[in-house]
């Protein structure tokens, strides 16, 4: 069972981007989690709630580092123009699967298209959230007279969280669907994204 749901897991050809796949994938479950549970008068308090507030603001910087290894292990394997071609104004490939889809049939991967354009925002959206946070943490901890500051970039982590949470279940839902799709089409190929 283990190794069934193991396979069934994308991108096989790459074990590294696997692995860095589902760090972030859980450390972000576990943001979304524990963020009801965070306080900013608990950075310095002992209490379970401070140290869950500690654990919150910890993984936020370790989310910056691996959404900057993950954008950067994406583009030194496919390059930019793999991911964001919408931002050359290229939607040639978006065109391509929204037809594809159209006709009942599933996309493959390609430069450009739904997959690599929704895996691309994905990460830029990561990166948003995960840096907004830690110019909050910085603001709060760094700048006791500019609790202003704080609070904007605080609101501003918020509001930002509500798009990786949307991105964060839509994306499973898409990932656990396009498992199932590939399960089921006979003499499905190993997909690349």
């Given amino acids: 069972m283990k190794l069934k749901l193991i396979n069934a897991i994308p991108y096989s050809y790459a074990p590294f981007f696997r692995v860095l796949h589902i760090a972030v994938a859980v450390l972000i479950l576990s943001q979304i989690i524990n963020s009801n549970f965070i306080e900013a008068e608990l950075l310095t308090d002992s209490s379970v709630e401070g140290v869950i507030t500690w654990l ?6 370790l989310l910056i580092f691996l959404g900057l290894t993950l954008l950067a292990w994406m583009l030194s394997q496919r390059g930019f123009r793999w991911y964001y071609a919408w931002m050359m104004l290229d939607f040639n490939g978006i065109r391509r699967d929204i037809k594809l889809i159209s006709q009942r049939k599933l996309p ?3 430069q450009g298209g739904i997959a690599a354009a929704v895996q691309g925002l994905g990460v830029l959206a990561l990166l948003l959230v995960a840096s907004s946070g830690g110019v909050w943490f910085l603001a709060e901890t760094l700048l006791k007279n500019a609790s202003d500051a704080a609070e ?3 609101r501003l982590h918020k509001f930002l969280t509500t798009f990786i949470e949307i991105y964060f279940y ?10 199932l799709l590939v399960r089921k089409t006979p003499a499905s190929g190993t997909e690349k994204t």
């Fill in 170 to 179: 839509a994306h499973g839902l898409m990932g656990l669907l396009h498992m």
């Fill in 56 to 61: 919150h603001v910890v993984s936020g910087f």
């Fill in 152 to 154: 904007y970039y605080l």
């Fill in 108 to 110: 493959e991967a390609a």
